[in-house]
């Protein structure tokens, strides 16, 4: 797995990987609740096939060539959905883990998670360090999930880690911040995709998708698969990225 750029690149380019591929995709797998609700089934019914889904599209990302996929599983915000819901998508979160952690781990897999994961539950927590510690030296993908994560608290944690450094203001650049962001161990951010069709971030990923390419798409997240993530790629592929260049 390639890391990140150094310090001194502002501008994120595709040095490695394959042509034409993304080197690190992230989605915000939206759309569970409406594909439960379109089928008159519970809310967590939706969250299930989603985790489903989750399972292609790695598999699909992972055969495609993409070293990096990143998923929004669980945001800051989330914790103002009903208290049931929140047991229901911690419930999900367990199982993934118990059920997936030896697959990761036979198929190289590394897995990191991004955000405050420790609020959770300690179970929850401990089986997430070991997750990630088992998987750690994984080379082939990375599977990266945001937990409790919000990009503006990423922000301003990365300020207030530069403050406490005692960093001279003079000398603050754009890679300074990035080196203390939750990704800096990751390579630019290439391609954001929000599946159900919605049109905004929802406070994913902000400073990553600076000079990213975004896909807004009409598939609910449960119905997305290799198929889908293919034409995500196909699309990546025909765009030009100029980075503000000619």
């Known amino acids: 797995m390639s890391g990140a750029p150094a310090a001194s690149d502002a501008v994120p380019a595709q040095a490695a ?6 080197r690190h995709v992230a989605i915000i797998m939206d759309g569970n609740g409406r594909w439960a609700k379109k089928r008159f089934l519970p809310r967590v019914a939706g969250h299930r096939a989603g985790a489903d889904a989750l399972r292609r599209t790695l598999r699909a990302a992972v055969t495609a060539g993409i070293e990096v996929l990143t998923l929004y599983a669980f945001s ?4 103002r959905r009903p208290a049931a819901e929140i047991a229901d998508l911690m419930g999900l979160l367990r199982h993934y883990i118990r059920a997936e952690i030896d697959e990761l781990a036979e198929a190289g897999i590394r897995l990191r998670i991004i955000g405050d994961y420790r609020r959770f539950e300690p179970d929850v927590v401990a089986l997430v360090d070991e ?4 998987t750690a030296a994984n080379r082939r993908a990375t599977l990266v999930i945001a937990l409790n994560y919000g990009a503006q608290d990423e922000i301003v944690r990365a300020v207030q880690a530069i403050v406490a450094e005692g960093i001279a203001p003079a000398t603050i650049d754009p890679s300074t911040i990035a080196a203390r962001l939750d ?3 990751l390579p630019p951010l290439d391609l954001l995709i929000r599946t159900s069709g919605e049109r905004r971030l929802s406070n994913f990923l902000l400073w990553q998708a600076a000079y990213a390419e975004l896909l807004f798409v009409d598939t609910l997240w449960p119905d997305f698969d290799a ?3 293919n034409a995500a790629v196909a699309d990546f592929a025909g765009r030009e990225r100029r980075y503000g260049g000619l």
Not at 17 to 22: A, I, R, T
Not at 76 to 79: F, G, K, M, R, T
Not at 131 to 134: I, L, N, Y
Request: glycine share 10%.
């Open 17 to 22: 990987g394959q042509p034409g591929v993304p």
């Open 76 to 79: 800051s915000e989330n914790w």
């Open 131 to 134: 997750a990630m510690a088992r």
């Open 183 to 185: 990704t800096a161990d």
């Open 227 to 229: 198929a889908a993530l």
